[in-house]
Nanobody
Framework: QVQLVESGGGLVQAGGSLRLSCAAS????????VGWFRQAPAKEREFVAA????????YYADSVKGRFTISRDNAKNTVYLQMNNLKPEDTAGYYC???????????????????WGQGTQVTVAS
């Protein structure tokens, strides 16, 4: 089993920054992709960003491109999401997830991921 634990959420003013962390533990952690999703109240969970574990290739949703950066530290089994120039519409619970099997493309839907963390709340005040 794989456990994912997010941290780093909080309250920030619009234009500010936060860095989220996703730490993995359990079985030997070697996923295909680790992704970040977010879910605002009464909305569907949406894809934010993803990174391939082996090569570090990245993919972003258009809504965060240029403001968010995903990275990973393989030695620490940790993935980060640096969020800059935050906007009130970025307010949501943020979840990391791991997809184990390689598909050849970046998984962007919930069903393509095998393990999920419990989430961390990000609130951006206007």
């Amino acid at each position: 089993q794989v456990q994912l634990v997010e941290s780093g959420g909080g309250l920030v003013q619009a234009g500010g920054s936060l860095r989220l962390s996703c730490a993995a533990s359990g079985r030997t952690f070697s996923p295909y992709v680790v992704g970040w999703f977010r879910q605002a109240p009464a909305k569907e969970r949406e894809f934010v960003a993803a990174i391939t574990w082996s090569s570090g290739n990245t993919y972003y949703a258009d809504s965060v491109k240029g403001r968010f950066t995903i990275s990973r530290d393989n030695a620490k089994n940790t993935v980060y999401l640096q969020m800059n120039n935050l906007k009130p519409e970025d307010t949501a619970g943020y979840y990391c997830a791991a997809a184990i099997l390689s598909t050849g493309w970046f998984p962007r839907t919930r069903g393509e991921y095998d393990y999920w963390g419990q989430g961390t709340q990000v609130t951006v005040a206007s």
